[in-house]
């Protein structure tokens, strides 16, 4: 399909692996190519309707509906918190415990979103964040939002001081080469936030089965785990 690839089709919805640098639908004035509503409406000759949104460098499972019906109660589920969303990030620093962040947000500049002040008012927002693969001087995280707020998962680890590895808008605008993360040379590996949704799932919903829905660690981000990897010390560790 174009190159994204399907990881479920039936049951009046489809799941797909989004590549990163895809806009969910058409973007006002932003180039790049067509949206992913676009290209799977042009493959399939019907109606795609957007459950919920990635943002344009995110990768991994969306869900999208084929019928209205199937649409309302998905979107219903996510709005009501029934659909655990489970994410891998790259960040910096050693997180060494799992922790849960729950910080209030609050808009910011240029589309930002920050931590709320004290006596500020900011919509409540939770993530829970556990280690994968701790590294020197980075970590691989599972990140599960128990809210829903604008970038919550990337504002929620610089708040804890790990943002991602590679973040125009939070951190670090410039790409990662192989130099940067235990290899060798001027190669690009990493040029995108390394924020990938990894697993999706929601219980029995009214006229929608149970799923589960996985998706593998893209090529980039596996390739800058592979290299920092090489990074690590005689103590250091990888976590279950």
Do not use: C, N
């Not at 399909?1 to 806009?23: I, N, T």
């Not at 829905?213 to 990897?229: C, F, H, I, N, Q």
């Amino acid at each position: 399909m174009s190159g994204v690839r399907v990881l479920f089709e039936g049951a009046g919805l489809l799941a797909v692996d989004k590549p990163a640098g895809m806009l969910v639908i058409p973007g006002r004035g932003e180039g790049g190519g067509p949206s992913l509503r676009e290209v799977l409406e042009e493959q399939l000759k019907r109606k795609v309707y957007v459950v919920h949104r990635l943002d344009r460098d995110t990768s991994g499972v969306m869900v999208f509906a084929l019928e209205p019906a199937v649409h309302r109660t998905l979107s219903m589920a996510f709005e009501s918190g029934k659909v655990r969303k489970r994410y891998l990030a790259l960040v910096e620093g050693r997180v060494e415990a799992p922790r849960v962040v729950d910080a209030a947000l609050v808009p910011a500049r240029k589309g930002r979103m920050r931590v709320a002040r004290p006596g500020e008012e900011g919509k409540p927002s939770r993530t829970r964040v556990r280690p994968v693969e701790v590294f020197t001087a980075a970590s691989l995280v599972e990140a599960e939002p128990m809210t829903g707020r604008t970038h919550q998962i990337r504002v929620h680890l610089l708040s804890e001081g790990h943002p991602l590895l590679v973040d125009h808008q939070y951190g670090r605008d410039e790409p990662l080469k192989a130099k940067d993360v235990g290899g060798e040379g001027e190669e690009e590996v990493l040029a995108r936030t390394p924020l990938h949704a990894a697993r999706l799932e929601w219980p029995v919903l009214p006229g929608v089965e149970a799923r589960a829905l996985e998706s593998p660690l893209p090529e980039d981000m596996a390739r800058t785990v592979e290299l920092l990897r090489k990074t690590l010390s005689p103590s250091g560790r990888g976590l279950g």
